[in-house]
């Protein structure tokens, strides 16, 4: 039974990585692999009712990410719609390109913090269209931009999915996560950021975009209050989860519903063509509900492990052959350039209990930033790298000559300071 599982999840996990040359989507992938590594724990177990007792216990903890990352998309998808995030790039007027490069990487560094850094890359990216407008220099801007939204969303528990599982799965919390891993992930932008800005010289040619830009329909006042108020929803998650001690999903949930009455009660006056295209209903339309679906099958697939003692034992083997965790926590980080680091994160929660690192250890916070910033050094080692490649179409081997090896340097020196900082402040 377990040899078939884990075969399973093997061929699952290949097709999951070669989901571009395969032509299939990583989703329907990850929701067969997961279904099919529960069926044959339920076939092959003498307890018929034991396997349906654990997945309602797993349903319980997944359904919380899941509830977590609609609102948050639905929210984030809301703004969009509003046109909020002309809020921060009108704002960047220099044409400076060393300039340009701190500028745009703090933004995308601090803006990934609140939303997710694949929002913040697709926002970043196509703002780069007009600020850069030639093509050289914008797949460099675009590079800085994965290696910021990562970092920049490896600091924060709403940045990215895997700080966001550790958070709402008990293992870190949402104050120490931003004290103790702040000034590592800077660092993890900021070498990279130097070495761009000083391969850049002279001034870019700003593409006049004013026949470009569409009729808004919202007006200011929307704009801002949209863009203010979920911002602040999003915000407001952990100090929800603070006050209240209940699950972060429902902080978000309730971001959400506030947002709706909100929009609701400004567009109340349009007609429902127009008041249609601000509403809730559309921007739920707009989420990426394939992502959801995969993080599903994905972390149904790691809980089939873990409850087979699969994940147990290779954590057993791991502390045998490596026995030193800050080297084992780094090698995930790489690892996540390669394999998605969603369920590389789910394997480390499997594998390792909060009876052996409870909330807190600094094993929990150190994976937080690998997970968080190793996937930069690859371009198909995080969503912000895949989905930059599909707008700019950057090639593989170009990201790995030019911007690769600087993320690595970025994420070693993070590494690096993170373990000293441990050291010196415990």
């Avoid at 972060?248 to 971001?255: D, S």
């Avoid at 006056?269 to 679906?293: F, Q």
């Avoid at 998605?340 to 690192?357: E, K």
Wanted: aromatic letters at 10%; hydrophobic letters at 50%.
């Amino acid at each position: 039974m377990v040899t078939l599982i884990i075969i399973i999840f093997i061929a699952g996990y290949l097709a999951i990585t070669l989901e571009h040359p395969l032509k299939l989507n990583k989703a329907a992938t990850a929701l067969v692999t997961g279904v099919l590594c529960w069926s044959v724990l339920a076939l092959y177990t003498t307890d018929t009712h034991s396997p349906s007792h654990q997945l309602a216990e797993v349903l319980g903890e997944v359904s919380g990410i899941l509830f977590f990352l609609l609102g948050a998309m639905t929210i984030v998808e809301l703004i969009d719609a509003h046109d909020g995030f002309e809020l921060i790039t009108s704002r960047i007027t220099t044409t400076s390109k060393p300039k340009l490069v701190w500028i745009v990487g703090f933004i995308t560094f601090l803006l990934s913090s609140v939303l997710d850094n694949l929002t913040t890359t697709i926002v970043m990216v196509s703002m780069l269209r007009i600020v850069v407008p030639e093509k050289k220099d914008r797949l460099l801007f675009a590079g800085l931009i994965i290696i910021a939204a990562n970092s920049g969303g490896a600091w924060s528990p709403i940045g990215d999915v895997t700080t966001t599982m550790l958070w709402i799965g008990g293992q870190i919390t949402a104050a120490a996560i931003i004290t103790k891993t702040l000034i590592p992930s800077l660092i993890s932008f900021a070498i990279p950021a130097f070495i761009i800005s000083r391969q850049m010289k002279g001034h870019v040619q700003r593409k006049d975009d004013k026949a470009e830009k569409k009729e808004f329909t919202n007006t200011p006042f929307e704009r801002n209050t949209v863009f203010w108020v979920g911002v602040g929803s999003l915000l407001f998650v952990p100090v929800f989860k603070t006050v209240t001690h209940l699950p972060p999903y429902m902080g978000v949930l309730l971001g959400l519903g506030v947002m709706w009455v909100i929009t609701e009660m400004i567009h109340s006056g349009k007609d429902e063509e127009e008041k249609g295209l601000y509403s809730v209903n559309h921007a739920l339309r707009k989420i990426d509900t394939p992502s959801i679906l995969f993080f599903l099958g994905i972390l149904l697939s790691i809980a089939a492990l873990q409850a087979t003692g699969v994940l147990g034992n290779l954590a057993a083997a791991m502390d045998r052959s490596i026995g030193d965790i800050r080297i084992i926590t780094v090698s995930i980080g790489l690892l996540s350039a390669v394999v998605d680091n969603v369920p590389l994160v789910a394997a480390a929660q499997g594998m390792y209990g909060l009876d052996q690192y409870p909330t807190g250890h600094f094993f929990w916070e150190f994976l937080a930033y690998c997970a968080g910033t190793g996937g930069s050094c690859l371009i198909i080692g995080s969503a912000a790298g895949v989905a930059t490649m599909g707008i700019e179409k950057i090639e593989f081997f170009w990201y790995l000559k030019k911007i690769g090896w600087l993320a690595l340097i970025g994420y070693l020196a993070g590494a690096a300071a993170f373990i000293l900082q441990y050291q010196l402040f415990g």
